[in-house]
C-alpha cells in the first residue's frame, strides 16, 4: 500500500482495542481451520468455505469478500504465488506443495488480518520447521523438503523479530530493519519489496505502510493504541514479482515458491500485544528470546474471545 503522509495514524482506545482482539481471534480461528484442512486432495475453494463458516458462525463478517471486488473469504497462495491467490474449485493440493493462507474477520466494525504458509499435509503434525542453509533448487518443479522449511522457519522467524519492535517509542521502520536482518541472517533469501504491511483497525488496510526492508530509526513514532498487521514475504530466488491476468495473484517472476506469514499487534504500555495469537504473542517471543525453534502451521484453536481479553487486559 501507498503511504499518504497527510493522514494521521488511527490511534484506538482500550475499548477498541478488545473489539479488535475479538476479530483477531476470530480469524486465527479460521485460519487455523483451513490450515487443519489443507490434506492432499482438497482443493483450494473448499479451504475458502471452512474458514468462511468458522467467520460467520462467530458472529463475524469476512474482511476479505467483496474487498475491491475480492470474490473469497480467504486468499490461498500456492507454490510461487506470493500473495492474494484465488481460492479454485478446480485448485487441488498435492503433497510436497506449500500453501499460503491469509485471512482477515471484522467484529463490530474492527479488523484482523493474519496469514501463515504450511506444507500440505504437515498442519495436523504442527512440526517444527529447522533451518538449515538451503542449496540448489527447482524453480518450476519444486523444492527439496529441507530447502522448504528453511524457508518457512526463516519467514515466521522474521515476522517475530518484526512484532517484537512494536513498542512505545519505536519507530516505524524499527520493524522494517529487524525483518530484512533476520531474514538475511537466516539466507539467501528474496524480500518482496513491492507488497507491505499496514496499518489496521477501523479499516483492513490503513497508513503507515510496514516495509519489510530499509534502515531503522525512521518514519513515525509507535504509540500506545495504534495497530499494525506485519507481514514478511520471503522467496527461494530473486524478490521480483508478476501479477496474474486475473488481477490478484502476484507470483514469483523467476518461478521460485514463496512464503508468507503475518500477524496483526497491538502497541500497548506494556510492549507489543498480538491480536491474532491466541496467547498475545508470548509464546513466540519467548521463543524469539531463547533461540528455540518456533512450532509453525499448528492447529490449536483460540480459547473463547471473552476469556482471552480478560486474561490480557484488552
Request: aromatic share 4%; with cysteine; glycine share 12%.
Amino acid at each position: 500500500m501507498r503511504l499518504r503522509r497527510d493522514d494521521p495514524i488511527e490511534v484506538k482506545s482500550p475499548a477498541q482495542l478488545a473489539i479488535m482482539r475479538e476479530a483477531g481471534l476470530v480469524t486465527a480461528a479460521a485460519l487455523q481451520a483451513a490450515a487443519a484442512a489443507a490434506e492432499p486432495g482438497i482443493s483450494t475453494a473448499e479451504l475458502d468455505a471452512i474458514a468462511e463458516r468458522e467467520i460467520r458462525s462467530a458472529g463475524a463478517t469476512p474482511s476479505f469478500k467483496g474487498y475491491h471486488g475480492y470474490p473469497a473469504t480467504i486468499c490461498t497462495s500456492v507454490n510461487d504465488q506470493i500473495v492474494h491467490g484465488i481460492p479454485d474449485p478446480a485448485q487441488i493440493l498435492t503433497a510436497g506443495e506449500i500453501i499460503s493462507i491469509d485471512c482477515g474477520a471484522i467484529v463490530g466494525g474492527w479488523h484482523g488480518d493474519s496469514a501463515l504458509t504450511i506444507r500440505v499435509g504437515q498442519a495436523q503434525a504442527g512440526a517444527g520447521h529447522q533451518l538449515s542453509l538451503h542449496g540448489e533448487h527447482d524453480q518450476h518443479g519444486g523444492s527439496p523438503p529441507d530447502e522448504l522449511d528453511a524457508l518457512l522457519s526463516a519467514c515466521e522467524r522474521a515476522l517475530w523479530h518484526g512484532l517484537a519492535q512494536a513498542a512505545p517509542g519505536r519507530r516505524l521502520t524499527d520493524i522494517s530493519h529487524a525483518i530484512e536482518q533476520a531474514a538475511r541472517a537466516a539466507g539467501r533469501y528474496g524480500i518482496v519489496r513491492e507488497y507491505t504491511g499496514h496499518g489496521i483497525g477501523s479499516q483492513m488496510h490503513m497508513d503507515p505502510a510496514v516495509p519489510n526492508y530499509g534502515r531503522a530509526g525512521r518514519g513515525p513514532v509507535l504509540t500506545p493504541g495504534m495497530a499494525l498487521a506485519i507481514e514478511p514475504m520471503l522467496v527461494l530466488g530473486a524478490a521480483a514479482t508478476r501479477l496474474l491476468e486475473d488481477g490478484w495473484t502476484v507470483v514469483t517472476a523467476d518461478g521460485s515458491w514463496a512464503a508468507h506469514f503475518e500477524h496483526t499487534v497491538a502497541i500497548t504500555d506494556d510492549g507489543p500485544f498480538v491480536l491474532t495469537a491466541e496467547d498475545g504473542g508470548a509464546s513466540g517471543f519467548a521463543a524469539l528470546r531463547s533461540g528455540t525453534e518456533m512450532r509453525l502451521g499448528t492447529t490449536s484453536r483460540p480459547r473463547a474471545v471473552g476469556a482471552v481479553g480478560a486474561r490480557n487486559g484488552i
